[in-house]
């Protein structure tokens, strides 16, 4: 008579990963758990798409400290215009007028008819914006080297607020507006200064266009650069085989 058979073992099948057998509390598993970690996802720090431009509190100083810098550049490149406005009442050329009675009422005439100090008063007043221009470009670079949209605008206003204010403390401190009023006081056929206008409107703009012009050459020569950011290589998990 012979013996009854014995059910052969069960087989062990092997997980498409390429384990064989493996508890969830075996080394190798333990190894497969550390490399995929439990909190990654989208926002956490394990996950890829924290790998490109990072978080916003790392890339600048935030919304609110940029507008305050924005306005106290503004503030500051706009006070600088009483300095333009003395030098431009300075060193423009002025336009000689004399007066002359006519009947009972008085006329004026310009002096010199074929003279160009109308035209070297715009063009001083352009010169020193420009220069003033620069040197506020310059400044904000060396003070704000990451620059900033904000940043930038308070600057170009504060140019613009600044060769309006030169324009008006020039007109003040020069000549009385009244030419008149002067003729009668120099006397008939002595000359006298006219008032300082500034018959080109646009040499308004030169401060706010020579400031964004170097601003923007040197932040893109010597301003700050961004941070290459590569993705990381994939994982290459090594499967683990247990031999009996």
Do not use: C
């Amino acid at each position: 008579m012979s013996a009854p058979l014995t059910p052969p073992p069960p087989h062990e099948h092997s997980s498409p990963d390429g384990w064989r057998g493996q508890s969830p509390s075996s080394p190798a598993a333990g190894q497969l758990a550390a490399a995929t970690p439990k909190d990654a996802g989208p926002g956490k720090p394990g996950h890829a798409a924290d790998t490109g431009l990072g978080w916003y509190g790392q890339d600048g100083p935030g919304m609110k400290t940029e507008m305050r810098e924005a306005v106290v550049t503004a503030v500051a490149v706009a006070l600088s215009g009483v300095l333009l406005g003395l030098l431009w009442w300075w060193l423009a050329p002025r336009v000689a007028y004399v007066g002359d009675v006519t009947g009972d009422s008085w006329v004026v005439y310009v002096k010199d008819t074929e003279g160009e100090q109308a035209v070297g008063a715009d063009g001083t007043f352009t010169l020193l914006a420009l220069g003033f221009g620069v040197v506020s470009g310059l400044v904000v670079f060396l003070l704000r080297r990451r620059g900033g949209v904000p940043l930038v605008a308070g600057m170009a206003l504060g140019g613009l607020l600044g060769s309006l204010l030169a324009w008006r403390v020039g007109v003040w401190l020069g000549p009385d507006q009244d030419l008149i009023a002067q003729a009668r006081e120099a006397g008939r056929g002595v000359a006298f200064d006219a008032p300082l206008e500034l018959g080109a409107k646009g040499a308004l703009l030169a401060w706010s266009m020579a400031a964004l012009v170097l601003h923007l050459g040197l932040t893109a020569l010597f301003g700050p650069r961004d941070p290459e950011h590569f993705p990381p290589p994939p994982e290459q998990n090594s499967t683990v085989r247990l031999e009996k």
